[in-house]
């Protein structure tokens, strides 16, 4: 039922965030760099058709468990990690194609998932420079990962929280997240939070019309 009313409201949040289309009053030429060259990129990767099919034969093999995702997010975290080039990724949030464009973005990344806190295993000193936190129904649990993660964060680091308005609590955790002093430029994309570490620009935070 939620999913459902998401989808209805979509219109309407294109709209009002009209105005913030394809870097639209946006100065910065890292911010807009980003904006135009990787989150609005359009580009038909290689990879994309291969993913696709890998992601049909695990989904039909993890029906029960597999949670779906929008087309769109799941090519933008490719090409975010692909711009980013980490060393490591995790991914915090239950079992969904996600984790294939992840991996695909950045061949040799060390790559960790994690759907409960307890499965969040990381090594003294490893640094986490890509989170992918996609459990907006437990905003503890992604409470919890954020606390974990963000001391890790070097200047390289990106974060992506999904569903940043999708409720209230979500609301209120993203508001906080980019209020911490350890965060730099922030993107809201409506369903999507993105959070860079790089404290020598300016921090800012920009709506995009995703």
């Avoid at 609590?169 to 997240?177: G, N, V, Y």
Wanted: aromatic share 14%.
């Amino acid at each position: 039922m939620k999913r459902i009313f998401l989808l209805c409201k979509r219109p309407f949040v294109r709209l009002a965030r009209f105005r913030h289309r394809c870097g639209y009053g946006v100065h910065s030429p890292f911010a807009f760099h980003l904006i135009t060259g990787v989150i609005y990129e359009t580009a038909p990767y290689y990879k994309y058709a291969p993913l696709l099919e890998e992601e049909k034969r695990l989904a039909a093999q993890h029906s029960k468990s597999w949670r779906e995702e929008p087309l769109r997010v799941k090519r933008l975290l490719f090409r975010l990690v692909n711009y980013a080039r980490p060393e490591t990724v995790v991914d915090a949030g239950p079992l969904s194609a996600s984790r294939l464009y992840l991996k695909a973005g950045r061949e040799g990344a060390v790559y960790t998932a994690a759907t409960e806190l307890d499965e969040l295993f990381l090594e003294a000193g490893v640094p986490v420079d890509f989170l992918y936190l996609h459990d907006w129904r437990r905003p503890g649990f992604a409470e919890e990962v954020f606390r974990q993660c963000v001391g890790r964060t070097r200047g390289c680091s990106v974060f992506v929280v999904e569903g940043i308005r999708y409720t209230s609590a979500m609301h209120r955790l993203w508001d906080a997240m980019k209020q911490d002093e350890r965060c730099g430029i922030t993107f809201d994309l409506y369903d999507l939070g993105i959070i860079f570490f790089d404290r020598t620009k300016i921090k800012q935070h920009y709506i995009v019309n995703f």
